[in-house]
């Protein structure tokens, strides 16, 4: 692109003596990788394009010659980029999720994309996946969206059956060939504990998030041949990343 970029700055902008040096050599944290998420939204915005521009599009992303996205993520169920709230097992009282089932969204708008993005570009694609809510009928305000957390404590028999539902959505991911590499807690855990928080949400402290996943879902993981997939804590802003990380290091 050519033309003027920049119409208007508040600092000095001399081109003539900005240099970037990289070393190498100083080294800090690992970064996992860059890369977009899997929603509802997502899916239905590119099957809306005709073959030849869906494919420029995942390949503007995810080839060599694009931007080389490696990391995506995937809602666990509804979130805000989906039409209508929904979960996996709406049947209340359903500890042993004996109906759980994926969903219309997943099996037309978020397996297809990212199995075409797999079967297209050979490079690794590390997948995440996060919950915005567990269903209705396991939360205090009985409802997937506004102010609301899991009925119990951990290791009681919502936080056990809401392990579950992980342990079944890898599952049910990875027979559709998509295996994931890690889940975090819960997508912006503070949002559950605001009055008529508008879209999906389902509020965690770090010490209830930190007690959830040693007594509840890191067992349920271990029990189900699932070891090896990450468990990520927080998924929300960095303002609140020290004091998670020190409550959940008190363990």
């Not at 005709?50 to 979130?79: D, V, W």
């Not at 049947?91 to 978020?110: A, H, R, Y």
């Not at 995440?128 to 939360?139: E, G």
């Amino acid at each position: 692109m050519y033309g003027t970029c920049i119409l208007y700055s508040l600092v000095p902008f001399y081109l003539d003596i900005t240099e970037v040096l990289v070393n190498l050599n100083n080294t800090f944290q690992s970064i996992i990788g860059f890369g977009g998420a899997f929603t509802d939204a997502a899916g239905i915005n590119i099957q809306s394009l005709s073959a030849s521009t869906q494919k420029n599009l995942l390949a503007s992303y995810f080839s060599t010659e694009g931007i080389e996205y490696t990391l995506g993520r995937i809602p666990m169920a509804s979130c805000d980029f989906s039409m209508h709230p929904y979960s996996y097992d709406d049947n209340s009282g359903d500890f042993n999720l004996t109906k759980f089932s994926l969903t219309q969204e997943d099996k037309k708008f978020k397996i297809p994309i990212i199995q075409a993005v797999m079967r297209t570009y050979k490079r690794n694609l590390t997948l995440f996946a996060s919950p915005w809510s567990a269903p209705a009928w396991m939360k205090t305000n009985k409802n997937m969206t506004g102010k609301g957390t899991l009925v119990g404590e951990p290791g009681g028999p919502y936080f056990k059956t809401w392990a579950m539902y992980f342990v079944k959505f890898l599952k049910a991911y990875a027979k559709e060939g998509i295996p994931i590499w890690g889940v975090t807690g819960q997508n912006e855990p503070t949002d559950g504990f605001i009055t008529n928080f508008s879209f999906q949400a389902m509020g965690w402290t770090p010490e209830m998030q930190r007690d959830f996943i040693v007594k509840d879902l890191g067992p349920a993981l271990q029990q189900n041949s699932l070891g090896h997939v990450k468990i990520m804590i927080l998924d929300d802003s960095r303002l609140q990343l020290p004091y998670w990380a020190e409550q959940v290091d008190l363990y």
